[in-house]
């Protein structure tokens, strides 16, 4: 398992950036959800966030806490939710995201990551 509170093992800024900006799918009145998780698995996987790191036991024992409840993604650090985006978008198909990762949640990453971009 890898140290998820150091910060050496965070993907570089410009790829917070990117994914971070995925939050503005969520303003639009109408948006295909699929989608949006497929366009963002792929930048995920492209851009190999948090993929070189191992945290599938963090996501067991700790992630299960942000599926279950996303509010804690409001004070939720940084490496914790580089961590969760990485492991779910890298462990899970499409169809398991869908499932797992409702648009809540997901929205509720996004909101925190984003407040970590540059702007």
């Not at 990117?18 to 851009?47: G, H, V, W």
């Not at 939720?76 to 969760?84: D, G, S």
Request: charged share 25%.
């Amino acid at each position: 398992m890898s140290n998820i509170h150091s910060i050496n093992g965070l993907p570089s800024q410009s790829a917070i950036d990117l994914i971070a900006s995925y939050r503005a799918e969520f303003e639009k009145t109408t948006y295909d959800y699929a989608l949006l998780l497929s366009k963002l698995k792929q930048d995920i996987l492209k851009l190999e966030f948090m993929c070189q790191q191992d945290n599938q036991i963090w996501m067991m024992r700790r992630g299960r806490d942000y599926l279950d409840n996303p509010k804690l993604f409001n004070h939720a650090p940084l490496t914790y939710i580089c961590v969760f985006l990485g492991e779910i978008f890298k462990e899970e198909d499409l169809n398991e995201l869908e499932e797992k990762l409702t648009p809540e949640i997901l929205e509720n990453a996004l909101i925190r990551l984003y407040e970590f971009k540059l702007h």
